[in-house]
């Protein structure tokens, strides 16, 4: 079955600390796609990242990396010297081909202090 | 612009109600899906449709129902019969497997007094 975990329910660092939020998956399916969504208090859900289970290359995006790990099923996400705009709830999400749906961990809420 | 709308964006109704939310894209997505967020959690499937006309149950099916007669729409129906109704609910669409950033609407907040 799938599951995707994000153990960390809250975080608070200080502005301009780096910050690394966890992520977990299971799957049976040798093709899946992983996400990293950011909810602000809006509510809407802004897609960050999305990758593809053949495709281990971490990769950057101004201040945040995702670091994604076969061995370990894991996706983590790291914000480098974070803002107080980061502050939000993060859910990471997994897609596997045979189910073709979108399942969410139960987020991580990142709260940034000034 | 291309977009999923959820309308309306905060929803008021008596409990014993059903009522209806909808779900509108325009990006010719194939795949749509609704979940539920509850204060504090995250966001649990409640169904989500694959094509027209064809649609699959989530986790948390019971109490709601859906419809797919139109690629663009895939409304949900909170029934009477949902225990536990007060809710965030967001609904999302995807091109398919192999274009797969899920597209999200700005969600429902639904209050049953």
């Known amino acids: 079955a799938q599951k995707v975990t994000q153990a960390q329910t809250e975080i608070s660092v200080v502005e301009k600390e780096d910050v690394t939020l966890d992520c977990v998956y299971e799957?049976?399916?040798?093709?899946?796609?992983l996400f990293w969504y950011k909810q602000p208090p809006s509510g809407e859900l802004v897609f960050l990242i999305r990758r593809n289970s053949f495709d281990e290359q971490n990769e950057i995006s101004g201040r945040y990396s995702w670091n994604f790990q076969k061995s370990t099923s894991s996706f983590n996400f790291t914000i480098t010297a974070s803002q107080v705009v980061d502050s939000a709830v993060y859910f990471c999400?997994?897609?596997?081909?045979?189910?073709?749906?979108?399942?969410f961990g139960s987020g991580t809420r990142l709260s940034i202090r000034p | 612009d291309g977009g999923i709308t959820q309308s309306p964006k905060y929803l008021f109704r008596k409990e014993g109600q059903n009522v209806t939310l909808s779900c509108e894209q325009n990006l010719n997505h194939d795949a749509m899906y609704w979940y539920r967020q509850d204060p504090g959690q995250g966001l649990r499937l409640i169904y989500y449709?694959?094509?027209?006309?064809?649609?699959q149950k989530g986790d948390i099916a019971e109490g709601y129902s859906v419809s797919r007669e139109k690629k663009e729409s895939f409304p949900l129906t909170v029934t009477s019969a949902q225990k536990n109704p007060t809710a965030f609910y967001l609904c999302a669409s995807t091109m398919g497997f192999l274009n797969t950033e899920a597209f999200f609407g700005q969600g429902t907040r639904l209050t049953v007094v």
């Open positions: 799957t049976r399916d040798t093709t899946y796609y």
């Open positions: 449709s694959q094509i027209v006309n064809d649609f």
């Open positions: 999400a997994l897609l596997e081909g045979s189910a073709s749906k979108i399942i």
